[in-house]
């Protein structure tokens, strides 16, 4: 199993960056799939720190606040949940 490394944000986003340039010119394929998995994953990454970020909101509001329906509905919206799976409003457990 591949180690993991932390890498500061503001470095990742150049490397995005770089990578994305990189695409445009006319590279071996070899080299094209390994670009592809860079920009594939750092993409997926970026998607789940939206996510992550969007449930911090719905959790931090204001409970029964017309501000935490809206981030609990953002959530519901990047993470992608059908509208038929949605609760009408937010369920609370015991």
């Not at 591949?2 to 990189?22: E, R």
């Not at 006319?26 to 720190?49: C, G, H, M, S, W």
């Amino acid at each position: 199993m591949p180690k993991n490394i932390l890498i500061p944000q503001d470095i990742a986003t150049k490397i995005y960056a770089v990578v994305l340039l990189m695409e445009g010119y006319n590279l071996p394929e070899n080299i094209l799939v390994n670009i592809r998995e860079i920009t594939d994953y750092f993409e997926e990454k970026a998607n789940a720190q939206s996510r992550r970020q969007a449930y911090t909101n719905y959790k931090i509001a204001p409970i029964g606040s017309g501000q935490r329906e809206a981030a609990r509905q953002n959530y519901l919206d990047q993470a992608r949940i059908h509208p038929d799976w949605r609760s009408t409003t937010e369920t609370s457990t015991p």
